[in-house]
């Protein structure tokens, strides 16, 4: 029998990860006055400790692989944009808008790829997450191609943006993510536990 542990590790730090981008989000929204340079390090480090909490998830082995198959190339993109991000905390609200917009639409293409692997799996709220992928991509596109003047504006879409994603991810995260006790190791010679 293979350990869940890891699984179960990676389930709860995603969940808390969407948690933390909600909350930010909400934060962002309601405190305008805060300056671009936190926002640009609070949203750097949250890149970063996403990407690291994205590359746990994907070598822990889930049960359909459907939350986590794509965690490898998103966890590493995104390190390096939350590493963008930190390196430039003090620009423009507008860079920071278009890496983290980046970042926003990536996740929302792969979230909706993972939607249609969940239908071919059976799982109902694929339509959800679906629905929601969408929505998280128009966000991040929007953040790309239309930054706008108003820092207030950029402010509450970058916590909309934020907000869209941590409800996809908790969605994605609660839907397809299944720990079995008495899982099986994939092949004979698995070195995983």
């Not at 389930?11 to 006055?33: Q, Y």
């Not at 970063?48 to 939350?67: C, H, M, P, T, W």
Request: aromatic letters at 10%.
């Amino acid at each position: 029998m293979r350990s869940v542990i890891p699984m179960r590790i990676a389930k709860i730090v995603n969940i808390l990860m969407s948690v933390c981008f909600c909350a930010f989000g909400i934060i962002i929204m309601a405190m305008p006055e805060i300056s671009v340079s936190v926002v640009g390090i609070v949203i750097g480090i949250c890149l970063i400790l996403s990407g690291v909490f994205k590359l746990i998830g994907y070598f822990s082995k889930d049960l359909f692989r459907l939350a986590f198959q794509y965690d490898l190339q998103l966890g590493m993109l995104l390190i390096a944009l939350g590493t963008a991000i930190l390196i430039h905390s003090d620009q423009t609200m507008t860079f920071i808008c278009v890496i983290f917009g980046i970042s926003i639409l990536s996740e929302g293409l792969f979230k909706a790829s993972i939607a249609f692997d969940s239908k071919k799996f059976g799982i109902k709220l694929w339509i959800v997450i679906l629905i929601v992928s969408v929505v998280t991509c128009l966000f991040g596109a929007i953040l790309i191609f239309f930054p706008s003047e108003s820092i207030r504006v950029l402010q509450v879409h970058l916590g909309l943006s934020l907000l869209w994603d941590g409800i996809l991810n908790f969605i994605v995260i609660l839907s397809t993510v299944k720990i079995v006790k008495n899982q099986k190791r994939d092949y004979p010679n698995d070195t995983f536990k």
